[in-house]
């Protein structure tokens, strides 16, 4: 069984990637929808999340607001750093069960690992390759105001916080360049997955 870690900055189009090759025939687990996951009331994260950062950020349902977690996040000195602290462990803790179980169901079968802050959150070590997206930043910034609908400044201020495509590239076992057409794409992911299916 080969884990590959897929990665990318913004608009880069990793989540099309990882659709690709769960098309192939890979077992795709998103690490955004586990950290969905890891925000449900009666979780580790949950109580862990409430208990740093005040009952206040609970919505009326009892679940997290957030929004409102967001603006205490980014509103305090070392906010971020608490909060991916405690979410960060238990979204890889997730993604290792399924992978754990994926060895188990079907040992012969690849499985990717999606997750935007792979790098940022030291889970090379989870995965066998890392493959990372990479766009030219001013195409990224066209894809993300069409995609998101929001301003060109905001993108800036997201990419700008990213790691850059060089820093991604230095810890890459594989780079996907995404730059070009979608069958320029498609024909780079076959020749790539060729090698580990």
Known sequence: ???I???GGIASG???VAEITGQRGAYVIDADKLGHAAYEPGTRAFSAVVEEFGDEILAEDGSIDRKVLGSKVFGSEGGLDRLTGIVWPEIRAMAEEEISTQKIEDPNRTVVLEAA???EAGWEDVVDEV???VI???VAIERAMKRDGVEREA???RLAAQLSNAEREAKADVIIDNS???EELLAEIDKKWRSVS
Do not use: N, Q
């Open 1 to 3: 069984m080969t884990i």
């Open 117 to 119: 802050v792979l790098l």
């Open 155 to 157: 993108i800036e201020a």
């Open 180 to 182: 070009g057409s979608e």
């Open 14 to 16: 990793k989540s099309t």
């Open 131 to 133: 493959w990372v997206v």
């Open 136 to 138: 030219d930043p001013e």
């Open 5 to 7: 870690g897929l990665t």
